[in-house]
Nanobody
C-alpha cells in the first residue's frame, strides 16, 4: 500500500505561482504512474498532470504552458509547479499513485486563486 502526503497549497493572486509537493511512502516500488488531479466545487475531479516512472509526462490542455509536473525519485516525491495561475484553477488538488490494479490518493490540498 502507498501513502501520499500533499503540501504547498494556499491563497495566491491571479498571475501568481505555487508549487505543490507530494511525498510517497510505503510500497513505492509498485508505483507505475503518479499524478495530480483537481476538483472544484460542483465539478468532477479532473486530471491535471501525470508522470510515469520513466519520466514521461502528460498535462491537461487547460494547464499546458503554465503547470509543470516533475519528480525526485530519491525523495519519492512529485511536484507541480503552477505558474500564471487563474481564478479557474481554484480547486482541491489531489496527488495520486497508480500501481497494478490499485490507486492511492492523498488527502488533498486547497489552492485558491483570488485577488
Amino acid at each position: 500500500q502507498v501513502q501520499l502526503v500533499e503540501s504547498g497549497g494556499g491563497l495566491v493572486q491571479p498571475g501568481g505561482s505555487l508549487r505543490l509537493s507530494c511525498a510517497a511512502s510505503g510500497d513505492i516500488r509498485s508505483i507505475l504512474v503518479m499524478g495530480w488531479y483537481r476538483q472544484a466545487p460542483g465539478k468532477q475531479r479532473e486530471m491535471v498532470a501525470t508522470i510515469s516512472t520513466r519520466g514521461i509526462t502528460n498535462h491537461a490542455d487547460s494547464v499546458k504552458g503554465r503547470f509543470i509536473i516533475s519528480r525526485d525519485n530519491a525523495k519519492s516525491t512529485i511536484y507541480l509547479q503552477m505558474n500564471s495561475l487563474k481564478p479557474e484553477d481554484t480547486a482541491v488538488y489531489y496527488c495520486s499513485a497508480d500501481a497494478v490494479g490499485v490507486s492511492s490518493w492523498g488527502q488533498g490540498t486547497q489552492v485558491t486563486v483570488s485577488s
